[in-house]
Nanobody, 119 residues
Framework: QVQLVESGGGLVQAGGSLRLSCAASGSISSINQMAWYRQAPGRNRELVAAISSNNNTNYANSVKGRFTIFRDNAKNTMYLQMNSLKPEDTAVYYC?????????????WGQGTQVTVSS
């Protein structure tokens, strides 16, 4: 079994910062791409940022210049540093990872962490 656990969400004022973490555990040989998604009430889940196994990154236009995704492969952990937060960043943030196991690979999701930005 593989588990992704997010942490670091919370309530922050506009202009503030938060750092999200996503730790993977279980039967893992390696982790390919990792990503953060978010879903606001009444909206579809959207990609926020993604990072490959060799640290190539891409970001949604709405967060470029404000958010930074990075990972620590030794700890099987991914992070999202969010600066200059805006009320429209309010959403449940989910981590996603493509896990490589000895016998297969699978796409795993975390349970989500709430980020609320007040104006």
């Amino acid at each position: 079994q593989v588990q992704l656990v997010e942490s670091g969400g919370g309530l922050v004022q506009a202009g503030g910062s938060l750092r999200l973490s996503c730790a993977a555990s279980g039967s893992i040989s390696s982790i390919n791409q990792m990503a953060w998604y978010r879903q606001a009430p009444g909206r579809n889940r959207e990609l926020v940022a993604a990072i490959s196994s060799n640290n190539n990154t891409n970001y949604a236009n709405s967060v470029k210049g404000r958010f930074t995704i990075f990972r620590d492969n030794a700890k099987n952990t991914m992070y999202l540093q969010m600066n200059s937060l805006k009320p429209e960043d309010t959403a449940v943030y989910y981590c996603n990872a493509v896990i490589i196991r000895t016998w297969d690979h699978l796409t795993s999701w975390g349970q989500g962490t709430q980020v609320t930005v007040s104006s």
